[in-house]
Each structure stands twice: as C-alpha cells, then as structure tokens.
C-alpha cells in the first residue's frame, strides 16, 4: 500500500444503510407514534446486535424480520398513540422515504464517470435500495444492488464479502469495500477487500477493528481521492 492509500480499485462495494441513505428522518417516524426520537438510534443498534448475533451461530434472518421484532420490543415500554402493530407499520415505511445523503449524487456519478464499477452490498433487502437510488435520480450508475439476501450470512461474516466478489466476478484485491461502519471495514479487510471508511462525524476510528486503507470525511473526497 503506498502512503496516500490504496491503489485505484476496478469495483466499489459500497454499505447501504447509513453509508448511502440518510437515516435521520427515522427518529421523526418514531416521534410520530409517541415514542422518543431517540430511541431510534437504539432500535437500529439493537437491529445490527441481532443480526451479527444470528450471523455468528450461522443463521441468516431478513433485515425486515429482525427490525420489527425489534421494534416490538423497544415500543413496548412507551405509551404510543397506535395499537404496537401499526406503530412498527408506520416506522418500517420510513425505509420508504429515506433520502441519500447530499454528498452521494454528485460523487456516484464522479466515480461512474471515472470507468469504476459501482455496486452495492446491504444487509437490508436489495428493493429498498432500488427504490432509494430511483428516488435519488442514481440508480443507472450502479452495476448491480446486491444484498445478503442471497448470501450465505450478514456482513460483517466473509461469505457475504465473497458473494459481492462472485457476482462481479471480481479478486478481492481489485474491490474495495466503502462504508461508514467501522464493523463493516474489519470485516471486508479480513476478507481480503481494500477499504475505505467515511467518516463523517469526524470521530475516532475504534482500535480494535482492522484500520481501513483509506479515510475520507465525505463520497465527494473518496471520488477525489480515487
């Protein structure tokens, strides 16, 4: 690896949740029900603990299963406005509505324009990423919306890295893996990927994940950099 980074990567993987979408319109939806906005930091941790915890004794639930189990249990404290069951309906629409972070239209298309294949790799459901990258206006950029879906587990397990590299028909040296999830950087690296963490809160990156081989506080830097 060279001191500016890593070189010039032939496929980008990028996270979905977070990394692409805006999720803080969430904490409105959890609002709207009653609940504190808050807690939909804690409803989206709780999700992720979840999912990892399945992931590690080998089981492969959706995305859409655990986060309204999930949002079973973190409403069931609160007085809501709604019976739970229409409070969960209301709040999983909010995946609906999410828009993309401001960086992400003009630095897609940088990226695209510069001959790098651009997919994607969530451990959400693939339809809800098509449908934020049609709302975005960016959908024909990317090669392909892929999703654990149909892998064998969740990220941060290697066979979901490996699956992105199959259907690209990719080496895991000529892709690199862009998320704001430092879990997801340790992850991709240990699965042979180079990786680059956005950083946008401009926080520290925690020392005991694999450090990532590119920093970069926004997509239109990663575009400037690559």
């Known amino acids: 690896m060279s001191p500016d980074g890593p070189g010039r990567p032939a496929v980008l993987v990028f996270d979905v949740n977070e990394t692409l979408s805006d999720m803080t319109s969430m904490g409105r939806r959890f609002q709207e029900v009653g609940a504190p906005a808050g807690l939909a930091t804690t409803w989206f941790a709780g999700v992720l603990r979840d999912g990892f915890a399945l992931t590690a004794v080998g089981v492969n639930e959706s995305f859409a299963t655990i986060a309204a189990q999930a949002l079973r249990v973190v409403l069931d404290a609160h007085p809501l406005d709604r019976v739970v069951e229409d409070a969960v309906r209301h709040i999983m629409d909010g995946f609906a509505?999410?828009?993309?972070?401001?960086d992400v239209p003009e630095a897609i298309a940088a990226l695209r324009a510069g001959g790098i294949r651009?997919?994607?790799?969530?451990?959400?459901?693939?339809?809800v990423a098509e449908a934020l990258f049609d709302r975005a206006g960016v959908r024909g950029h990317f090669e392909a919306l892929l999703s654990v879906e149909d892998a064998a587990l969740?990220?941060?397990?290697?066979?979901?890295?490996?699956h992105a590299l199959e259907r690209?028909?990719?080496?895991?040296?000529?892709?690199?893996?862009?998320?704001?999830h430092p879990w997801d950087i340790d992850g991709a690296g240990r699965a042979g990927l180079a990786t680059a963490w956005v950083n946008r809160a401009g926080g520290p990156y925690p020392a005991h994940f694999?450090?990532?081989?590119?920093?970069?506080?926004?997509?239109?830097?990663?575009a400037d950099r690559l």
């Open 168 to 180: 690209c028909d990719a080496h895991p040296m000529d892709a690199m893996l862009v998320a704001v």
């Open 118 to 127: 651009l997919v994607t790799l969530s451990n959400g459901s693939g339809a």
């Open 210 to 222: 694999r450090a990532p081989d590119l920093e970069v506080r926004s997509l239109t830097e990663l």
């Open 97 to 102: 509505d999410l828009p993309v972070h401001a």
């Open 154 to 162: 969740w990220k941060p397990a290697a066979a979901a890295y490996a």
